[in-house]
């Protein structure tokens, strides 16, 4: 009630003695009666004309300043400066405070625009603006005001463009973006040219989310030569196609906005270039550049971003992944001031986020990326790129429930996203059914990534979710599938000098790919890649380590204390999830009571702890990661289980993995060419073995065992 009148005695009891329809007047805005309305005009009635003539224009947004309300109002200042001593006298006018002068209380404010004819308040509107523009005041609000009230006319198309101009220029992201949108096109509407105006609709559009709208006009002044905003354009267009997955072509426009000499754009397009695996175009383009950039924080932004991808690429493989965070993390940092205003092909904090992925800094990642994600960088263009990336950190460490949490916030309403964000979301959503080991979940998942893949090409910067899919395509017997996108992703490595940073979370993937299709041979190159590395790149030394390990394990001859080394190596890197999955493989494959007593212990504990544990919970009733056995995982895995440690056969577990498919006896037993009776007495003898009466509770455990099975 006080924020609807914060006004005389005389007002306040016009609101108290109004019946109370809706419950309450809460807010600026409350639901009054209309006898409330009635009331306040009959007693603004006995104020002086030139009195509320003023509080009409200051109601309608003009500043409460002299010389504005004088022009407006054709009064003396002086007259002016004494009206408005009146009103705040009679409490008419409240001090806004932060700088922003007086407005007139909300509900007198509604009485005087409820009361004025709408041809006076147009009027009035356009003295202010007029008033407002000589003065060089701010139009913005009362620019919106004349589109809500369905004001036209040509002499408001430069109102509604400098208006728009404002608005793209706030660093408040996607909303002031929309409204930029709208004010274009009241402008073009108005009489303003279309064709000088397209640039700045496009880069509106696309900060607003529409990226169709921002490629369409983009087009359209790029087409135009006597466009005078030609590289706001090739900016647009190039920041569109690198969001689609297009990145050769991205870095094209990029080079030709240069080339042309109509702005300087080098240090983006030499970091399409690295992204495509030009290495010698991309540091041709920034030293040819050096010194050209002015010294803005968007530019030096774009300069250390290209600077750190770089230093990933040609670093020494022990300090060049540390640098290149650095350099990213500065970048990211420098860009917080302009908020969402800044156009990009991807943002640095995503690009500091991926170079701590492939080299195992998950803390670092979620750090700059909640950063970026809480001030809005980059407006909503990254915002689903932060979340999909947020949720890749939480799925490797384990965190299955906070990996599905911001992967559901980056899916938006209509389900679609740009082929970018689609390979990543649909990776994540194979991901996470693989380590559930939800065969039909899996099955599902990939469907709808077999489009990802093919709708986007290799890059630099989605070597992750293509090696995730890699996995998945050889678990479900589809690995041709996505052959030739990792031979593309290979060519693209050759062409950077295949930098250890890259190229061994790739192999680590490939290698799994490789012993899932039950192909050694195949899984050796990316063994003596990762040993290669291995000597000057701790990261993928570790993953060499485990890579031997995992063969060794497979192979059936396998030192445990070797697997509970490489594990643990594993977690230290931030990956405790595969080290469990390690140690748990070997445990179900050692025929030594002890010996897997040892490795599920290790399981169990890499997985409730360490670097790489689950983090927060984000939904109830989770488990708690610091209990050494999780509620979430069957008893009966344990050690101390009915009938002593659980351990399957190599053909007990080719039947439980085909259990959980939904496979019937029968299906099963022609795929293992052994009859329907044979598999179900396999299934009676894991009933006793794990200590299990019911078919759900034989489901959980097998589901446990099979995980830890998955490499």
């Not at 005389?8 to 639901?31: I, K, N, Q, S, Y």
């Not at 009679?90 to 509604?110: C, N, Q, Y």
């Not at 147009?122 to 809500?148: D, I, S, Y």
């Not at 030293?287 to 230093?311: F, H, I, K, R, Y």
Request: proline share 6%; charged share 20%; with cysteine.
């Amino acid at each position: 009630m006080n924020q609807a009148t914060r006004s005389p005695a005389t007002l306040v009891d016009r609101v108290m003695d109004a019946p109370r329809t809706d419950g309450g007047f809460d807010g600026d805005c409350p639901e009054l009666p209309p006898e409330v309305l009635d009331r306040v005009r009959h007693d603004l009635a006995q104020v002086g004309p030139q009195l509320r003539a003023l509080l009409l224009a200051v109601g309608l947004g003009a500043a409460p300043d002299p010389e504005v309300l004088a022009q407006v109002l054709a009064l003396d200042p002086a007259v002016v400066t004494d009206l408005l001593s009146t009103a705040h006298a009679g409490g008419l006018l409240l001090d806004a405070g932060l700088g922003e002068g007086a407005r007139v209380i909300p509900l007198v404010r509604r009485a005087l625009v409820a009361s004025a004819a709408p041809g006076t308040r147009r009027v009035v509107q356009r003295l202010v603006l007029a008033a407002h523009l000589e003065r060089g005041r701010p139009v913005l609000e009362l620019a919106h005001q004349l589109v809500e009230s369905g004001a036209r006319g040509s002499d408001l198309a430069a109102v509604f463009e400098a208006a728009a101009d404002t608005a793209l220029s706030e660093p408040t992201g996607s909303d002031a973006a929309a409204r930029a949108v709208r004010l274009y096109a009241q402008a073009v509407t108005a009489g303003a040219d279309s064709a000088s105006l397209a640039p700045r609709r496009a880069e509106a559009a696309a900060l607003a989310g529409d990226l169709d709208g921002a490629l369409r006009l983009a087009d359209q002044a790029l087409s135009d030569p006597s466009c005078p905003d030609l590289a706001r354009a090739g900016n647009v267009a190039a920041a569109v196609l690198a969001q689609r997955g297009l990145l050769a072509r991205s870095a094209e426009v990029y080079l030709w906005v240069g080339e042309a000499g109509i702005g300087s754009a080098t240090p983006l397009a030499a970091l399409a270039l690295l992204g495509t695996g030009s290495l010698a175009q991309a540091r041709e383009v920034l030293a040819a550049s050096e010194g050209d950039q002015p010294p803005t924080l968007v530019a030096g932004a774009e300069s250390l971003m290209a600077t750190g991808v770089l230093e990933s690429v040609l670093g020494s493989p022990m300090a060049g992944p540390i640098e290149a965070l650095s350099t990213l993390t500065r970048a990211a940092a420098l860009l917080e001031p302009a908020g969402g205003a800044v156009l990009l092909p991807d943002t640095p904090a995503a690009l500091a986020a991926i170079v701590a992925l492939h080299c195992g800094e998950f803390d670092v990642a979620v750090s700059v990326l909640e950063r970026a994600l809480a001030r809005g960088v980059g407006g909503l263009f990254a915002r689903a790129r932060y979340q999909l990336l947020l949720a890749w950190t939480a799925m490797v460490r384990g965190d299955t429930a906070l990996a599905r949490y911001w992967l559901a916030g980056a899916v938006p309403e209509a389900g679609t996203l740009e082929p970018r964000e689609e390979l990543f979301s649909a990776a994540l959503a194979v991901g996470l059914a693989r380590r559930g080991s939800d065969i039909p979940a899996m099955q599902a998942a990939w469907a709808a990534a077999r489009d990802a893949i093919v709708r986007h090409p290799a890059d630099l910067f989605a070597l992750l979710p293509l090696g995730e899919l890699a996995v998945a395509a050889a678990r479900l017997g589809d690995f041709d599938r996505v052959a030739p996108h990792l031979e593309q992703a290979r060519t693209l490595l050759e062409r950077l000098g295949d930098p250890p940073l890259w190229a061994a979370p790739l192999h680590w993937y490939g290698l799994h790919a490789a012993l899932l299709r039950e192909q050694p041979s195949a899984a050796e190159p990316h063994a003596a890649a990762l040993l290669k590395a291995a000597k000057s790149n701790h990261c993928a030394a570790v993953l060499a380590a485990a890579g031997r390990a995992w063969m060794r394990v497979l192979a059936g001859q396998f030192d445990p204390s070797d697997v509970e080394s490489a594990a643990r190596g594993l977690q230290s890197i931030g990956l405790a999830n595969d080290g469990s999955r390690l140690a748990g493989q070997a445990a179900i494959r050692t025929t030594d009571r002890k010996v897997m007593v040892t490795l599920l212990g290790c399981a169990r504990a890499l997985q409730a702890t360490g670097p790489g544990a689950a983090g927060p919970s984000v939904a109830s009733g989770r488990d708690d990661p610091s209990d050494p056995m999780p509620r979430s995982r069957p008893a009966a895995v344990s050690a101390g289980g009915p009938g002593g440690p659980a351990m399957l056969s190599g053909r007990e577990r080719e039947v439980a993995e085909l259990i959980l498919t939904g496979l019937t006896y029968r299906q099963i037993g022609e795929r293992l060419f052994i009859s329907a009776k044979t598999v179900e007495h396999h299934v009676a003898r894991m009933r006793q073995r794990l200590g299990v009466t019911s078919r759900d509770e034989l489901f959980a455990q097998l589901r446990v065992f099979v995980e830890d099975a998955q490499p």
